[in-house]
């Protein structure tokens, strides 16, 4: 396939230029573990279920994806593995990031890679320092990781380095600015502000706590007409083997899959839209960085 670029869904161009594009939260307490995310993109985007089981020396995992190029393997968004191992992104401003010719290059689906490969969160840090990203990569991302043994970070390539930010305490929440530069994470009313006062305040780390967490965050409006916003969110209950999926920040009615059991099936590739075949109507108004102002539809 030669030298394949990374692509990952954009900051969104809204009118007032404050939906981002997605975010993640991981929680860690008493032996539990949930990681979630928000993937924020056009609502007319088409999202993927892409189920692989263990085979030839590579884990089982469940991936969010999209097919970012026809003929290649759709682009895993956020993903666990078999072994415990979950794995999301956020975008963040643009930057240059450290490229060495000497090293192996990730490809497009290089987070899938990372699960299919690594069973703890170390295995995964080593991977990302052991590759390069492509000169040409146009992925400005970070990675949150968390793995069954209670492991998690925040992976960022910053200042020409990979920098790895440990979670502090039971919960770690990143979304469009880098955790390395605290400085630039927006004031007290910004969704990362807003999600930290939520979570400092969680009691259990419980899915409909960590959904609570994800819908605060979560965005959405118009722009140019089209509809915009959180397209699809996912929490991993890395400990308990089981992914909850919600569509179109619709959070009360996920789809619930047991890893084990969709194993057993057989590797598939769905369509996300198929699986939510009621879905709810766009809401009204916008929701942006700063929270859910009152604001007309159709800005």
């Given amino acids: 396939m030669g030298r394949a670029l990374l692509f990952f869904v954009a900051i969104l161009p809204a009118a007032s230029g404050v939906l981002r594009a997605c975010s993640g939260v991981t929680v860690v307490s008493g032996g539990k573990v949930l990681l979630g995310h928000n993937n924020d993109y056009r609502y007319a985007a088409e ?49 240059a990031t450290p490229y060495d010719p000497d090293k192996p290059q990730f490809r497009h689906n290089f987070l899938e890679k990372i699960v299919a490969e690594s069973t703890t969160v170390k295995q995964a840090v080593a991977m990302v320092k052991a590759y390069s990203l492509p000169a040409e990569h146009g992925a400005f991302v970070h990675l949150m990781l968390a793995d069954a043994g209670g492991d998690s970070a925040v992976i960022e390539w910053v200042d020409g380095e990979v920098k790895v930010i440990p979670r502090q305490g039971s919960t770690q929440l990143m979304t469009n600015f880098l955790l390395s530069k605290p400085e630039t994470a927006g004031g007290p009313q910004s969704r990362y502000a807003r999600g930290v006062r939520m979570l400092e305040q969680l009691k259990e780390p419980s899915v409909p706590a960590l959904v609570a967490v994800l819908k605060e965050i979560s965005v959405h409006g118009r722009h140019q007409g089209e509809e915009v916003g959180t397209l699809e969110s996912v929490v991993f209950d890395v400990t308990g083997g089981k992914v909850y999926l919600y569509s179109k ?41 700063d929270g859910p102002p009152a604001q007309t539809a159709g800005n």
């Avoid at 279920?49 to 003929?71: A, H, K, N, Q, Y």
């Avoid at 009360?252 to 590797?267: I, R, S």
Wanted: glycine share 8%; net charge negative.
């Fill in 47 to 95: 999202m993927l279920l892409r189920i692989v089981p263990p085979g030839d020396g590579l884990f089982g995992r469940v991936c969010i994806s999209m097919e970012t190029v026809p003929g290649w393997t759709p682009m895993g968004m956020t993903c666990i593995n078999d072994q415990g191992l979950a794995i999301t992104h956020a975008n963040v401003p643009k930057a």
């Fill in 249 to 289: 920040r619709d959070f009360d009615h996920p789809l619930v899959l047991d890893m084990n059991e969709v194993f057993a099936k057989g590797a598939r590739t769905e369509s996300y839209n198929s699986l939510f075949p009621h879905p709810v109507a766009f809401e009204t108004g916008n929701r942006y960085e």
